[in-house]
Antibody, heavy 121, light 107 residues
């Protein structure tokens, strides 16, 4: 079955960097568009970034554009989110989510369990 | 960007009640709308896709309707497992956007 497991979260000071990973299994990772979605404590869901199945297309939310970079390693079935110049408002649980095949864009059919990022001095 | 507005933001209901949640979009989505359920401390779970399509394994008491700019999620008979927060999401265009959520609590 499909599994998405995020890692790499933690406590980081403002202005520093962090890289999140999402290990995928149970499906052909290289066929699927993947996303990062975040949720600040007690708040709603915010889409962060998307990467096409082959890594050729990437889109970002305005709130992270220029600071975050999404990437993937299809040979290792892993999705990444490089987060630079972190701010307090980036504090959130970060989820990786698989987008349904076919149709651009599409809804998310599987989500990971999330990894918590806390930006604090 | 397409803005998604859910109402109500919270509601209290009893087991067995019929519950309806509304989601309005700032522009037409056709039927490109999904609904998710999120229990505390857990990842969101897909319930409904393309406005009214029931995801495999989701109980039939959940249903979705609507098109264009107005959509509803209905739970026909609320069960204890259904006390959670529900989000709509548009996938008509980037950036993908979510509604603010509706928390369904116990009356």
């Amino acid at each position: 079955q499909v599994h998405l497991v995020e890692s790499g979260g933690g406590v980081v000071q403002p202005g520093r960097s962090l890289r999140l990973s999402c290990a995928a299994s149970g499906f052909t990772f290289s066929d699927y568009t993947m996303n990062w979605v975040r949720q600040a404590p007690g708040k709603g869901l915010e889409w962060v970034a998307i990467i096409s199945y082959d890594g050729s297309k990437k889109y970002y939310a305005d709130s992270v554009k220029g600071r975050f970079t999404i990437s993937r390693d299809n040979s290792n079935n892993t999705l990444y989110l490089q987060m630079n110049s972190l701010r307090a408002e980036d504090t959130a649980a970060y989820y990786c989510a698989r987008e349904l095949l076919g149709g651009i864009p599409n809804y998310f059919d599987y989500w990971g369990q999330g990894t918590l990022v806390t930006v604090s001095s | 960007d397409i803005q998604m507005t859910q109402s109500p933001s919270t509601l209290s209901a009893s087991v067995g009640d019929r519950v309806t949640i509304t989601c309005r979009a700032s522009q037409s989505l056709s039927s490109w709308l999904a609904w998710y359920q999120q229990r505390p401390g857990k990842a969101p779970k897909l319930l409904i896709y393309k406005a009214s399509g029931l995801e495999s394994g989701v109980p039939s008491r959940f249903s979705g309707s609507g098109s264009g700019t107005e959509f509803t999620l209905t739970i026909s008979s609320l069960q204890p497992d259904d006390f959670a927060t529900y989000y709509c999401q548009q996938y008509d265009s980037y950036p993908l956007t979510f509604g603010g959520g509706t928390k369904v609590g116990i009356k």
